[in-house]
């Protein structure tokens, strides 16, 4: 019995595969308008992926500075140093002394010999702060620069890559949209394959009333139909997975060429094995669904005349 | 087998196709419906087939009151049915094997049973070597033939004809014919709607009339 049904499921499964493959053309053109449709947000997930990916990289440097009083001694750093290394949102420390911070300057600016007839040095002393892995994200450094910034030795505590926190903000904001897009164009597939499940019930209209004629549940008439639409969506995100990957395939030579111009190894990346499931499980989803709609819309309406 | 009481049906055009039929065939009976065009034959077998429901009276068929039968159950009540229509309505894109193990794939069959019943059914229309032809390239009374062995592959207790031999000439009218009275002869109850005198008058079965939507003449039972 349970054989039977598998069996069965298996006949209309390669019997939907035939009718699919009689028609190439039709069938291909849905399938090419459910992979474009599938493509856009998921490439747009993918470069966002890939932003991510590379903001994550500077995040690691998300480091601040703080610019301690000129007149401090190296005991009162070292003490300070010591009580900031303590917390636990800090990994380490390092400390630029002025002369230190005085003979970097003169070999990056270029301006040695001006600086060398000042009278003393302008550079107050600095200590880095390094935080701990797990306080990279904007939230946890504004909260630490703002415990840093009660220690009365500071006198300008910055956190160097401010822009990240807004690139982030950013990010988030296009993530949202990126949902939005999704769920709009996963409308739009659903009507696709609505109405090409619709045009192919109403093709096999007499077919319909006699099965109807000769007994057969709307399970079964409907099925063939299911099969189509999960088959469509299915073949669409494969599409659009194969559409994603040439974009990526395009672009990875720019990308490449730009990123070893700012030193960078970063390499664009395709989405993950999970993320590809998740498609092209969504797109045969959506076939159904789509599919579904449409067939128990249609079927009440055609009885035997 | 089929038990109809007071049993009306008016269209929602206000037309009525059926005023007060009381009607009873029993169990292996073989009864043709006539009378002319309009007078309510094909309405009184889509009441039969569950395709129409009947606006007043009750209606049992195969056990079933129809007025009360719920639509889910309809292809289930169906399947106790088997249908020969005047234009056989065959799928074209099917081969006539296909189209006569349909009912056995849309019931549900066991694999292994489907070639027999559908070769069985073929072998009694006579059309055993043409399984693998599609209908078009078929005569009109083999076209009728296959679509009778399609309402009998599931060994149905009711048969029903509308107008089945409606586009034969004669000779191939009483083939059709003998293949119902052959199925009569093997227990099933045969009910068809005609309006050939000659098919009638050739049978000697049951007559029932129809005029204007009324029993005008009901034979009775032949013993």
């Known amino acids: 019995m349970i054989r039977n049904y598998f069996l069965r499921h298996a006949q209309v499964f390669f019997y939907t595969l035939g009718q699919l493959s009689r028609t190439p053309v039709a069938s291909f053109l849905t399938v090419a308008v459910i992979g474009i449709t599938l493509a856009l947000p998921a490439g747009l997930y993918v470069a966002l992926e890939n932003v991510q990916r590379l903001a994550r990289g500077w995040e690691d440097n998300g480091q601040i500075s703080l610019f301690l009083k000129q007149d401090l001694s190296d005991a009162d750093i070292e003490k300070l140093s010591g009580k900031i290394r303590k917390l636990p949102a800090v990994s380490w420390v390092d400390y630029i002394s002025r002369q230190a911070a005085l003979a970097e300057f003169k070999k990056l600016s270029g301006f040695g010999d001006a600086l060398g007839s000042l009278d003393r040095n302008p550079l107050p002393p600095v200590l880095i702060v390094h935080p701990a892995g797990s306080h990279t994200r904007p939230d946890a450094l504004q909260s630490l620069l703002k415990d840093l910034r009660r220690y009365s030795e500071v006198e300008l505590a910055q956190l160097d890559l401010e822009w990240v926190r807004r690139l982030y903000a950013m990010l988030d904001l296009a993530k949202q949209g990126v949902l939005i897009l999704t769920a709009g164009l996963a409308v739009a597939v659903l009507l696709i394959i609505g109405n090409t499940i619709r045009l192919a019930v109403l093709n096999r209209r007499d077919e319909i009333e006699i099965i109807k004629l000769i007994g057969g549940t709307n399970t079964f008439i409907r099925r063939p139909f299911l099969y189509s639409g999960a088959i469509q969506g299915f073949l669409g995100a494969i599409m659009a997975w194969l559409l994603v990957g040439l974009g990526l395939l395009i672009l990875s030579g720019p990308v490449h060429r730009l990123a070893s111009l700012y030193g960078s190894l970063f390499v664009v990346e395709n989405m993950g094995f999970l993320a590809t499931l998740a498609l092209i499980g969504t797109g045969g989803l959506l076939g159904w669904l789509g599919s579904r709609l449409a067939v128990g819309r249609h079927l009440q309406a055609i009885e035997p005349r | ?223």
């Open chain 2, 1 to 223: 087998m089929i038990e109809f009481t007071h049993v009306f049906k008016r269209f929602p055009s206000g037309f009525d196709a059926l005023r007060d039929i009381n009607l009873r065939i029993e169990a292996g009976e073989m009864a043709f419906i006539t009378g002319h065009s309009g007078a309510g034959k094909s309405t009184l077998l889509r009441l039969i087939t569950a395709i129409e429901r009947p606006t007043r009276g009750e209606a049992l068929v195969n056990g079933r009151n129809l007025t009360k039968l719920q639509r889910r159950r309809i292809p289930y009540f169906r399947r106790e049915i088997g249908v020969v229509f005047q234009d056989h309505k065959l799928l074209l894109d099917r081969t006539v094997y296909d189209n006569v193990a349909l009912p056995l794939i849309v019931t549900g069959a066991d694999d292994k049973e489907i070639p027999k019943r559908v070769r069985a059914a073929l072998e009694m229309v006579g059309l055993l070597d043409k399984e693998r032809m599609y209908p078009v390239t078929l005569s009109g009374g083999e076209q009728q033939r296959v679509g009778i062995a399609r309402a009998v592959v599931n060994k149905p207790p009711l048969l029903l004809a509308d107008e089945p031999t409606g586009n034969l000439d004669s000779k191939l009218s009483d083939e059709i014919l003998d293949l119902f009275l052959d199925f009569h002869h093997h227990g099933v109850t045969v009910l068809i709607a005609t309006h050939d005198p000659h098919l009638i008058d050739r049978a000697r079965q049951r007559v029932i009339e129809l005029n204007h939507g009324e029993l005008a003449l009901d034979s009775g039972a032949v013993a």
